[in-house]
Nanobody, 124 residues
Framework: EVQLQASGGGLVQPGGSLRLSCAAS????????MTWFRQPPGKGPEWVSS????????YYAGSVKGRFTISRDNAKNTLYLEMDSLKSEDTAVYLC?????????????????RGQGTLVTVSS
């Protein structure tokens, strides 16, 4: 059974930082690209960032480029998202996802597997 468990969310002040983790199990983690999405309150899911199977290639949404860093540790079957210079508009539930054959894609509905997410609240 595929499991994707995101953690590390919480309340942070504007300008602060958080590091999210996504623990993966039930599939061969280092065979697949991985992706972070987020869903702000009352809105639909947004693609945030993707990383290739070996970490050599990374992709970012324009709204987070230069502030967020995606990475992975294939030895630990874990995906990360380092978030710096956080803004109130970054407030959302963040979740990880993957689908065989997808390097990155903007539509969460196209992903075969996704986790439940972790809530990030940016507020003073």
């Amino acid at each position: 059974e595929v499991q994707l468990q995101a953690s590390g969310g919480g309340l942070v002040q504007p300008g602060g930082s958080l590091r999210l983790s996504c623990a993966a199990s039930g599939f061969t983690f280092d065979d697949h690209a991985m992706t972070w999405f987020r869903q702000p309150p009352g809105k639909g899911p947004e693609w945030v960032s993707s990383i290739s199977f070996n970490g050599a290639s990374t992709y970012y949404a324009g709204s987070v480029k230069g502030r967020f860093t995606i990475s992975r540790d294939n030895a630990k079957n874990t995906l990360y998202l380092e978030m710096d210079s956080l803004k109130s508009e970054d407030t959302a539930v963040y979740l990880c996802a993957y689908s065989p054959g997808i390097l990155y894609g903007y539509n969460l509905d196209e992903y075969a597997y996704r986790g439940q997410g972790t809530l990030v609240t940016v507020s003073s």
